[in-house]
């Protein structure tokens, strides 16, 4: 869409159905007032919808209106000739007795789309929209027009909060008394008994539903976000009593808790080969590199052992204790993997293949 449309009319979004060269004319008013129930601009202030003066402007798609249930009445909004066939907007001037047209238009339904998807998309990135918002959304969806008390019914305080959001956002309409250009549905609810009707109109109709849908597929998407993880989750659970398995089969005597503790630390490499079936050869290579280097870093190594003598001839006996407290550690923990193993064979380096 291009960027230098007209998108507001005074402090009001410009109607989709809106041609451009009537939105430019409209918005070039000295004087624009629109109808708060969501009818049509006037050059004059007031309400002119109700008392309009000689050479009032006005700038609407709803033209010599029928009113409903009044036989014989004169139509609302008469104008001095027909609409031209295609005409979806036009501008007329008040003559005192009917509305002279001026100018008509229409617009190609694509740009209309387009209008309504921007307006939507904005809507989307500017607030949060909350789970009583898109409740109120799909009630009003699915009527032509409610009572704003059956409306409220069920959580009056939080249908509340979002039909104010709406209505400051000129996405609902409200009416609560008659109006020259109110929906019919309104007016016979009104006429009913409602002190207070809320509806859609089709420009609201349209950005609500591509609300609504966008809504759902974002919840679809946090779903299957949700089930990826989870199919991870089982995935690695799986790898890991797997890995769990082969640590058992490599030391039997090895308790339970230790080798699921073992799997959890093997988890990331096996992984990253993808092997299952070698699991048992990858528990063996590890439990036999990680015990030979830190054997090798301790004291076994001749030059960690004269680096050590060095340091107790410096008096660096802290460090010195450390490390036969480490030596210590090591074999207690060759100890208890002989242990584990019971009458297996000792891992070698063989096994590495």
Known sequence: MSSDRVMKLGAWDRPAEMPDTLAAEVAGWPVLVKNPCGGGFYSQDGRPWLEPQDGCLRASDRWNLENDGEEGAAPRFPTNRRLPARATWAVARWTG?????????????????????????????????????????????????????ALLAGDAAGRERSLRSLLTLRLALEAGA???????????????????????????????????????????????????????RERGDDLKLSIATAVGNVFPLMPAEVALSAAARLVPSVAKLGRRPGTQNIVDAVVEIRLERWR?????DPEVEARLVAMQARGANGRVRKRFRDQRAAEKVEAEIRDWRGELEPVSSHRLG
């Open 97 to 149: 007795a009917v509305w002279e047209l001026l100018s008509t238009g229409s617009v190609e339904p694509r740009e209309v789309r387009e209008h309504r998807k921007e307006r939507a998309e904005r809507l989307v990135a500017s607030r949060r929209w909350t789970r009583s918002d898109l409740e109120v959304i799909q009630a009003l969806l699915g009527a032509d027009a409610l009572p704003r008390a």
């Open 296 to 300: 090798q870093a301790i004291a076994s």
């Open 178 to 232: 008659e109006d020259p250009e109110l929906p019919d549905a309104v007016r016979r609810l009104l006429r009913g008994g409602a002190e207070a009707v809320v509806w859609l109109d089709e420009d609201g109709r349209a950005v609500a539903s591509d609300v609504l849908a966008w809504h759902a597929k974002r919840h679809a998407r946090v779903e299957n976000r949700k089930d990826r993880r989870a199919d991870e």
